[in-house]
């Protein structure tokens, strides 16, 4: 199974990742990948929810009257929905999901596509100003396919649950893992990472976001990493099993 999640950010996610390997990096003989043509796979793709996510950072007077607690995503281009329409990241079809489960939150879509750990740790102001009520943090894959040192994005990842957490929000970790390129030694332990966190602060954890997402006909980009909306929609259902023990009606 880990083998299968591996693949599955091995070619596309290479193309989110900014910069190159440092000299102790691992030094993978990955392939080029052409940029996703998304137009073949929108075409037939759902439409967004009626009620989406919000975007941070929240400047319009509708959204900042609204008086739900504030869920937010927060994340890299796979939050963000990067090679999807307007509305069909996974936190729009959350927000649908927690809607038809009548929870009134206001889910928030925190995605940046490119992201690292240490990009979050520096938005971490213009998060804490929404206040959030609970947080879904999914950071990590691209200081991995850069071969950034474990310390550093552990420490990063440390550093904003920790923050969250002390403001008083409801954290859920949301992991990935790496191709196996990058060794057996750097992948064991970018793997641990989100458990020790997870286990460290007591927080729930989905091991892997795109879980019964790859490898699925129409759920994957051409990219092979991003989710289609279609595979955005299972990605929401995830989710949705994740955070429902912390959220109140």
């Not at 990219?223 to 949705?240: C, P």
Request: include cysteine; charged fraction near 20%; hydrophobic fraction near 40%.
């Amino acid at each position: 199974m880990r083998k299968v999640y591996s693949l599955s950010i091995l070619a596309g996610l290479l193309l989110v990742a900014w910069g190159c390997h440092g000299n102790s990096a691992p030094n993978p003989a990955a392939n080029p990948t052409p940029a996703a043509d998304t137009s073949e796979a929108q075409a037939s793709e759902p439409d967004g929810p009626a009620q989406s996510a919000a975007s941070v950072p929240v400047h319009s007077d509708g959204q900042s009257k609204d008086s739900r607690p504030v869920l937010v995503c927060f994340g890299d281009s796979l939050t963000a929905g990067l090679g999807t329409g307007p509305g069909q990241s996974y936190p729009d079809y959350l927000q649908a999901d927690l809607d038809k489960l009548h929870y009134h939150y206001r889910v928030v879509n925190g995605g940046i596509s490119g992201n690292t750990t240490k990009d979050g740790v520096e938005r971490l102001p213009e998060i804490l100003a929404l206040h959030p009520a609970v947080a879904v943090v999914e950071f990590g894959g691209n200081d991995g396919l850069r071969g950034l040192r474990i310390d550093d994005t552990r420490a990063n990842l440390d550093q904003i649950v920790r923050t969250l957490k002390d403001a008083g929000t409801k954290i859920a970790l949301a992991g990935i893992t790496l191709p196996p390129d990058y060794g057996p030694d750097y992948i064991k332990q970018f793997d641990e990472t989100y458990a020790v966190l997870a286990k460290k602060y007591r927080v729930p954890m989905l091991p892997f976001l795109l879980k019964d997402v790859y490898g699925v006909p129409g759920m994957m980009q051409r990219d092979q990493t991003h989710a289609t909306a279609k595979g955005n929609v299972v990605v929401a259902q995830n989710v949705v099993t994740l955070v429902v023990p912390l959220l109140k009606k």
